[in-house]
């Protein structure tokens, strides 16, 4: 088998590698970088951003599950007594980041969760929480 070769001129385009931003013939059409190590260099990039990224949402699960843990372990804490959402605000708590949802069995509550513990609303308008913790529902 013959390889093709195309011997077609691709318009010049912009490197996509930040801060490059050359300006050059790609040789196909799915070249998007000047060069073999500044596409090297961007996939690296991306990386670092994405373990960036993960370790930034991992944090935020953290500081949730801390602001959790500051209501559920006081000695005066009532498994079912709510807590107000603007308490969890006050403290931190990002409502938009969780590990996963799911349903609890016992109320048929939605329970978004961090670690060990996450939220449950406790009312209609969710301005309420039931704190959860996984070992005991
Ligand atoms: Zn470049």
Known sequence: ?????????????????????KMFNPSDARQVYCCEQHRIDN???NRKLKYENAIAVSRI????EEVLR??????????????????????GYDFSRFTEVKINQQTKG??????????????????????RNRKTI
């Open 43 to 45: 996939n690296n990039d």
């Open 110 to 131: 939605l329970v978004h969760w961090n670690f060990l513990l996450g939220i449950e609303g406790a009312d209609p308008t969710v301005e309420n929480f039931f704190i």
């Open 70 to 91: 500051t209501f559920y372990n006081n000695p005066k804490f009532n498994r079912e007594s709510a807590v107000q959402k603007n308490f969890l605000e006050i403290l």
């Open 1 to 21: 088998m013959e390889r093709r070769i195309s011997h077609r001129i691709y318009p010049a385009i912009k490197c996509k590698k930040e801060g490059c931003g």
């Open 61 to 64: 699960f953290s500081k949730n």
